[in-house]
């Protein structure tokens, strides 16, 4: 009796896909759509894009469909729609991305110059020039009400954090999920909350700290939460083996659970003020936007950027959309830095912190 | 022998109260401060609604939610925030339409398919663009993309104007539903696809090389082994794209045209829309008592809404990720 052997599948080996035929019918597959679409773009005179939706990606998807064909037999059909159609959304969507952040690049830096950043803009009318005038105000507006409502939401929400990991609490589920619920709060609501309690009654005139207070609520459930996750990703061994030596849960806290933390809780905090630094409709409802230069919290307009931003886009000039679009980049700029601080903070340090985090 | 009978050990009771004074401070002041968020979510809730009440008394509910009409001047006035209410949604819907696909596009890219170097890249580039103000991707909207979306939705009109949906009442197509979705898509874009792709990453190897090995080719793994997987996941990115989408101010007041008397239930690339946070945006100005209030009702009605979809999208989150809640 012998064995017969079993015919050798027609499409075995696909790691052996790197022959001479194959690249040939790749490169012509991933190419001749582009050319075709570029051609009726540039030529013909089709729109972009409609040349784009209606001619490359119908052309792609049959040209990589029938080199899928070729190459892998019928299972290659569907491996190339889902490659082309990742290929098609992932560039269309980085597309729109790159051109929010060109677009401020671009017009934010025809705008800068070193008056722009540190003057104010008490004798700027909306088609003043850009000249004189800049967001000096508005920056120091924003570091202070950004910065009033950090000091007072930091502490609470970490503290909060501590509460939700540290203890044994019994309403810990029931504060989660009130969180959970101050994080859908729409910012607006929070600012005409805060209009509406203590301007329009008038215990206070428009002033900055009541832009703290509105940002507050904003801020704290992504302090909170992200400082309860960066203490839970602390070994429950170390706190263990603290407590075993003989010291007494708060200083089992401050000197072994926090440290080994640290770096969660300061990405907490940048969150937190990436989190409400953009933050503009809370603040047109609380803090008047002044021209001039202030640093009193407690009293008189504060100009922002964002309300800067709002402002200068309202009156709808075109000198006054370029200070925009400079001050758009400004507050770019500072979100970047809170946002390369956080990656910088929380990168994992050595080999120890990479395998915690893959146990994770 | 008479053997002395020995007590049964006594069960004692574990001490977990703090029992010195630095442990009662400690403990004192983290409970505290828990509180207080409780009390400070109450306060706003509680505010909110006496504020609130009123204008629900006066229009009566389902007159101010469903109805149509805001007219301050009248005597009395007349509040309703129907036409906001599905504007509000006709646009987050939109813009999570548009931003799922791009989403998980990009997602599965960067963690399935880019080289090493080039998903590190764009993984810090959406996590950035997570962090970009409303306000600027609004000052985008307005200043960069409304032309290109006007004309998109020309050609629309012109192309497929018999179908309802693209239809026009004005010859004009700025500040549509269709680009205020558009611009609200580019914000949660980076949302959506940072959550998709930590929830991709989070997928065991084993059942993808198990996939492989099996036979699977690349789209059959995708269908019937990672999405499943990560569904639930998914969803609740979504939905807390959608909240964020619901929620937005700045950037849907600067390219949406607000139409208070009518509902603009489906023509997307009209003029005519709604968003309930716009609408408290361009109404808190001048309003008077009665006005504010009526506006506190509306901003109430939102967080309501915010807040279903938000819970469902944590409770969603939360069974999707066991490793989160260890």
Redesign the interface.
Known sequence: MSVEAVARPKFAEPWKKTNQRSKLIQIIASTVPIGIATAAWLFAGV?L??SVLLVLLPLQLIAVGIAGFLL?GR??V??A???V??????T???V??V???W??VE?GFAALSPQFIFQNNVYVTPTTGLEIGGVGHAVIGTLLVVGLSTLVTV??????G???T????K??G??R??????????????G??V???LI?TGVSAYAGWLGSLAL??LM?PTV?RVTE?SL?LVPQELRNGALGLGA????A?LMVTLPAAKSGVVTAILLGV?RV?????PL??TTFAANNTSINVFDGGLATL?TY??NY?SLGFDTS?QR??GA?LV??IL??I??GAA?YVSRPKSLKAKKKKEK? | MAQTPIDAPVRRTLRVKPTTIEDKIFFGISTAAAYSSVVLLLLIMVFLGARALPTFEEQGIVEFVFGTGWQAANEPPQFSIGPMLWGSVLVALIGVTLAVPMAISLAYFIQFMAPKPIARATTVLVDLLAAIPSVIIGLWGLAVFSPVGAHWGQMLNDSLGFIPIFSNTAENFLRTPFIAGFVVAVMIVPIIASITREIFSQIDDDLIKASVALGANRESTFRKVILPVSASGIVGGVLLGLARALGETVAIFFVLNLIFDDFNWFRIISPEGGAIASLILSKFGEASETEISALLAAGVVLFILTLIINTIASFIVAKAQPWRNR
Request: charged content about 15%; aromatic content about 12%; hydrophobic content about 60%.
């Open positions: 729109d894009i409609v892998k299972r290659g569907p491996d729609a889902l490659i159609m990742t290929y098609f959304l992932g269309f969507v980085m729109l991305l051109s929010v952040l677009s401020v017009a502490p609470l929400g970490v503290a909060t501590v509460y939700l540290e203890t044994r609490g309403s810990r029931v504060i999920v009130l969180l959970q619920a101050i994080a859908g709060l729409p910012s607006v609501v929070a005409l909350f209009y509406s309690m329009v507050v609520p704290l909170a996750e839970r007494p849960s708060w200083r806290f990436a630094i953009g933050e503009t409709a047109l409802t964002p931003i709002y886009v959309i925009a679009w758009a507050l770019l979100v970047g809170l946002f990656r994770r």
